[in-house]
C-alpha cells in the first residue's frame, strides 16, 4: 500500500480536532500529569465522570519518573500497597511497611490504565489562566507550552468544568492564580496559600491526604500541591501520598465515599 502524506496529516488532524472540542466541556479538568493527578483521573474515569487533563510538559510522569535523587526508585508505605495492586504494579518489601517499586513502571503502568479507563490527557498544553463565574471556578484557559516558551502573542483558548482539580505539584500553579486574580477566599487559614514546610516525611504523607480537598468553589488541590496550599512539610521520595491523595479527591468528586 502506497503511504500518501496528506492522508497521514488530515487523520491526525481531524482526530486531535474531535478530542479537543469533546474537551472543551467536561465534568473534571486535572492540570498536571503527576502521579497525583493521573491516579485521580483514573478513579474518575472508573467512576464514568468526563474527565480531562492537561500537562505542560511533553511527558507525563511529574516528579516520579526520577524517584530519589536520580535512582528510579519509589518508596511506598503499607496505606498505599492497595493501590498498586489494583493498578498492578510490581513491589517488593524492602522492610516491614516499606515497598519499593521501579519508578519507570510505576509512571507507565498508572499512565496507561488512567487511559484505557477513559482518561483523555492533553500533553504540551499549559495552563494560564481560569475561567471564574459567580466566586466559582468554572474552567480553564489554555495555551501551548510552546507559545509560552517562546513569548509569542498568541491568546488562548477556554474551556468549561463542573470541577478544576490542581495537581501541578510543588508550584500549585492553577491555586496560585487563583489567590492572584480572583479575590477568592481560599479555604485555609489565611485565605492565602501557605507555603510548604521543611522536609518531615512521615507527617508530610499523613497531611498530604488531609489536606487535598476543595481549595474554593469549583477547585480542589491533590498531591504535593496540596501540602504548598495548605501548609504542610515536604516528604521526599515517598509516593504512598499522592497516589491517596489522588483516590481520596475522586471519589469526593464522584460521590463515593
Ligand atoms: C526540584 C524538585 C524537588 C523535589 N523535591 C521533593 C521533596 O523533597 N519532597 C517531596 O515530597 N517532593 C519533592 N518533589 C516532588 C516529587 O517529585 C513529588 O513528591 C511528586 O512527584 C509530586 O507528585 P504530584 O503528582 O503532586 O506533582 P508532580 O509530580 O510535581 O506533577 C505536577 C505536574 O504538573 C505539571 N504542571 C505544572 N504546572 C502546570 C500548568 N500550569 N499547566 C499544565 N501542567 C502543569 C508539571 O509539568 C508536572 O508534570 C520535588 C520535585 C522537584 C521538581
Known amino acids: 500500500m502506497h503511504l500518501d502524506e496528506i492522508k497521514i496529516s488530515r487523520a491526525i488532524i481531524e482526530s486531535y480536532k474531535a478530542k479537543l472540542v469533546d474537551a472543551l ?80 513502571e510505576a509512571v507507565t503502568t498508572i499512565c496507561s490504565k488512567a487511559i484505557k479507563s477513559g482518561l483523555r490527557i492533553f500533553n504540551l498544553m499549559s495552563v494560564e489562566d481560569v475561567m471564574v463565574r459567580k466566586s466559582r471556578v468554572a474552567g480553564l484557559v489554555l495555551n501551548w507550552t510552546a507559545v509560552e516558551m517562546a513569548h509569542l502573542h498568541v491568546d488562548p483558548i477556554t474551556m468549561r468544568a463542573g470541577t478544576v482539580v490542581d495537581a501541578t505539584g510543588h508550584p500549585a500553579e492553577v491555586t496560585r492564580i487563583v489567590e492572584r486574580k480572583s479575590g477568592i477566599r481560599l479555604k485555609t487559614k489565611t485565605g492565602r496559600t501557605r507555603g510548604e514546610g521543611s522536609m518531615w516525611a512521615h507527617a508530610g504523607e499523613e497531611i498530604i491526604v488531609k489536606h487535598s480537598k476543595e481549595v474554593c468553589p469549583g477547585l480542589y488541590a491533590c498531591g504535593m500541591c496540596a501540602n504548598a496550599v495548605f501548609g504542610g512539610p515536604r516528604m521526599g521520595p515517598v509516593f504512598g501520598g499522592m497516589l491517596l491523595a489522588g483516590k481520596k479527591v475522586a471519589r469526593e468528586l464522584s460521590g463515593k465515599t
Open 25 to 104: 466541556d467536561v465534568d473534571v479538568a486535572i492540570v498536571g500529569a503527576g502521579p497525583a493527578g493521573m491516579v485521580c483521573g483514573y478513579y474518575l474515569a472508573k467512576a464514568r465522570k468526563k474527565v480531562v487533563l492537561f500537562e505542560k510538559k511533553l511527558s507525563v510522569g511529574g516528579g516520579m519518573w526520577g524517584g530519589g535523587i536520580m535512582f528510579n526508585e519509589i518508596v511506598v508505605q503499607d496505606k498505599a500497597k492497595d493501590i498498586l495492586d489494583e493498578f498492578g504494579i510490581a513491589y517488593r518489601t524492602y522492610e516491614p511497611g516499606y515497598y519499593l517499586a521501579d519508578s519507570i
